[in-house]
C-alpha cells in the first residue's frame, strides 16, 4: 500500500560506481530487482529489517552491497566496478514477512523504478 520512491539513477561509464536509495517506512524486509528489455525481472539483493542478514546472487556478489538506514527510513544499492550488462530499470520492494526471497511474488510494495545505463 505504501509506495517506494527510487532515486540515483543515471549513466555511468563502465567500471564505474553508483547508490540508488529507496524510501523503505516500516518494519519490512527490503530487496532491489532489476529488467532490462527483452529480458525477465532478476533478483538482486536481499536485506533483513534489522540489517544483519544480507543475500546476493552471484552475479552481483563482491561488486554490489545493499544496507540501510531505518533512522532515516531508507535503504541503499551501492554499486561498484559497473558493467554494460548492469544496465536495466532497478525497483526497490518491501517483504513483510522478512524471510529471504529471490522471486517477486515474494515482495508486497514496488516502487517505480530507476533507470542505470552504463556505457562501455
Known amino acids: 500500500h505504501v509506495q517506494r520512491v527510487e532515486s540515483g539513477g543515471g549513466l555511468v561509464q563502465a567500471g564505474g560506481s553508483r547508490r540508488l536509495s529507496c524510501a523503505a517506512s516500516g518494519r519490512y524486509a527490503m530487496g532491489w530487482f532489476r529488467q532490462a528489455p527483452g529480458k525477465e525481472r532478476e533478483f538482486v539483493a536481499y536485506?533483513?529489517?534489522?540489517?544483519?542478514?544480507?543475500y546476493y546472487p552471484d552475479s552481483v556478489k563482491g561488486r554490489f552491497t545493499i544496507s540501510r538506514d531505518n533512522a532515516k527510513n531508507t535503504v541503499y544499492l551501492q554499486m561498484n566496478r559497473l558493467k554494460p550488462e548492469d544496465t536495466a530499470v532497478y525497483y526497490c520492494a518491501a517483504n513483510k514477512n522478512g524471510r529471504v526471497g529471490v522471486q517477486g511474488y515474494e515482495y508486497e510494495y514496488w516502487g517505480q523504478g530507476t533507470q542505470v545505463t552504463v556505457s562501455s
Open positions: 536485506i533483513s529489517w534489522s540489517g544483519g542478514s544480507t
